[in-house]
């Protein structure tokens, strides 16, 4: 058996879809965004039973109701792990059992994009679901263990969200609320609304693009709403940008944006710097002015 590698060629030629989140207050539109997806082409995961906002809308949507049918459906979509063990979930194992339930996965072939709204109510439903299981109890008192069950919890939410982003051959889209607060010296901070900290924490690590849907007020005009797409930005919203193609701020399109995305990429050296800015240089007061 030779060496497995992947030549540049084989890697470049490969189908891959664009993994990312979507960020904004509750009413923005992340919901809407929906209608700027090809409907025959889109899988609605709908969590929050929140679709009047798509109403009308032609596309398939499923609805899991609870976090083992978030599981199953995670797994359904892309397809198993084979380094797991068959007791464990995304299993070839898990994999086979859902097939068996939903029938062939060949089905989601025609689906190029997931929109999963919200993740939000995704770690709402693993949350529940982790405090009935054994290690949300302490073995010393028999009573709920508050930390056993958060601990249980990151470690689900960030399986789940890995298994979906080696889905190569689909864009996976999550929508999360983002919470605005204020941190001990009173400055505005911005937070992804889901239950405890390790899931908002690894998120950015695992998806490829963080975009903050904000409403931007100019000094003139009207207020519009703007994609956020670049880590260092006035604003201080979450976000990053790993294809390098985007701008600061986007309009608020999925399709254009994936199509961006997908362009060719340019050379490292045009969109990457790796030195700090041209200083101007101050020689010192000129002929004439005062020392």
Not at 95 to 105: K, L
Not at 118 to 144: E, H
Not at 177 to 201: C, H, M, S
Not at 278 to 288: A, E, I, L, V
């Amino acid at each position: 058996m030779s060496l497995p590698i992947i030549s540049a060629d084989e890697r470049l030629n490969e189908t891959r879809g664009v993994k990312g989140v979507i960020f904004g207050k509750s009413g923005i539109g992340k919901t809407s965004l929906l209608w700027t997806l090809p409907a025959n082409e889109t899988l609605f995961m709908d969590l929050e039973a929140g679709d009047l906002a798509i109403e009308g809308w032609a596309g398939d949507s499923i609805r899991p109701r609870t976090w083992q049918e978030c599981r199953d459906f995670a797994v359904f979509i892309g397809g198993p792990n084979p380094s797991l063990r068959d007791d464990q979930p995304y299993s070839q194992a898990h994999f086979d059992a859902v097939c068996e339930q939903f029938g062939s996965a060949d089905v989601l072939s025609k689906y190029k994009t997931v929109f999963i709204d919200s993740i939000t109510v995704a770690g709402r439903l693993c949350f529940n679901w982790c405090k009935g299981q054994p290690q949300a109890m302490s073995d010393r008192t028999g009573k709920p263990d508050t930390r056993g069950a958060y601990g249980l919890h990151g470690q689900e939410m960030i399986a789940w969200l890995t298994h979906l982003q080696h889905t190569r051959d689909k864009n996976i889209w999550f929508v999360g609320i983002l919470d605005e607060r204020l941190d001990d010296f009173n400055r505005k901070v911005f937070a992804p609304q889901i239950e405890g900290a390790k899931t908002g924490l690894e998120l950015p690590g695992i998806v490829d693009q963080v975009i903050t849907m904000a409403e931007i007020k100019p000094e003139e005009g009207p207020a519009y709403r703007a994609f956020i797409t670049h880590t260092i930005n006035p604003y201080g919203y979450p976000a990053k940008d790993r294809s390098g193609r985007l701008e600061m701020m986007e309009e608020p399109r999925l399709d254009n944006l994936m199509g961006k995305i997908h362009q060719p990429v340019q050379p490292a050296a045009e969109r990457l710097q790796h030195h700090f800015p041209q200083q101007p240089q101050d020689n010192g007061p000129q002929q004439g002015e005062e020392q």
